[in-house]
């Protein structure tokens, strides 16, 4: 069995509970570009594919594995007085609004994978600068050893090439990173880099829509020890 040396975590609906972080969070961003006027608020929200009744991200959301950019794009054309990059401003600008809801406890689960000689890093499709402050917010940044956003130079997933930045920046062969996340972008991604694949339970994607690219399907991110133990992909 292949040895893990490093671990690579999607940032959305992996560290941190996708539902439970963004549906309130998107609504509010919705309704603050909307300023009152309901049927806009309406077209925005089908745009992104949010779903007003129920005020949660829907599954096939462009927000769920998209970059800032897209779903900006996606709302700009109902925002006549707004570019892209304005209101990706406003987008960082609101981050830390966000209630940041970890899918574990983020300090001892991460300390536990180090304490084992793994290196660890983030790759998200969110903008880099998003997801260094989300991460300092939860007290974790100083545990990963490489933070990577959309924006960081090396494109976005599922491109296999964040990932390879990643191997590279810890020194580490790709075929002994597990790069584990909760979309189908992530875990394309981290197949055509050549890495073990791990998805999880704690995004929008279903258990059947991640296992055909994942070498493993686990509840949340606390499974993950116990799994590269039990497939003996730890150093002794």
Not at 3 to 8: D, K, P, W
Not at 46 to 51: A, K, M, P, R, T
Not at 119 to 131: F, H, I, P, R, Y
Not at 183 to 189: E, G, I, V
């Amino acid at each position: 069995m292949t040895q893990i040396r490093a671990c690579l975590f999607d940032k959305d609906g992996t560290l941190f509970d996708f539902h439970a972080t963004w549906s309130s969070a998107t609504k509010d961003t919705l309704e603050a570009l909307a300023e009152g006027d309901d049927a806009l608020l309406s077209a925005l929200a089908d745009s992104v594919g949010y779903d007003l009744a129920t005020q949660r991200v829907r599954a096939d959301s462009i927000a769920v594995a998209g970059t800032n950019e897209q779903v900006a794009t996606c709302l700009v054309t109902h925002l006549p007085d707004w570019t892209v990059d304005g209101l990706v401003s406003f987008f960082l600008d609101r981050i830390d609004l966000a209630p940041l809801a970890e899918a574990v406890p983020l300090s001892p689960f991460l300390d536990g994978l180090r304490a084992q000689g793994l290196a660890l890093g983030v790759m998200t499709n969110d903008n880099e600068q998003g997801a260094v402050s989300q991460l300092t917010a939860a007290g974790v940044l100083d545990r990963f050893a490489f933070v990577c956003g959309a924006d960081s130079g090396f494109g976005a997933k599922p491109s296999p090439a964040p990932l390879l930045a990643f191997a590279d920046a810890v020194d580490v062969p790709p075929e002994q990173v597990v790069m584990v996340g909760d979309s189908t972008h992530d875990l394309h991604a981290g197949r055509a880099a050549g890495m073990t694949t791990v998805g999880v339970l704690t995004g929008l994607a279903l258990r059947d829509e991640l296992a055909p690219y994942a070498d493993a399907v686990l509840p949340d991110i606390g499974g993950l020890p116990g799994w590269l133990a039990d497939r003996g992909s730890l150093s002794a």
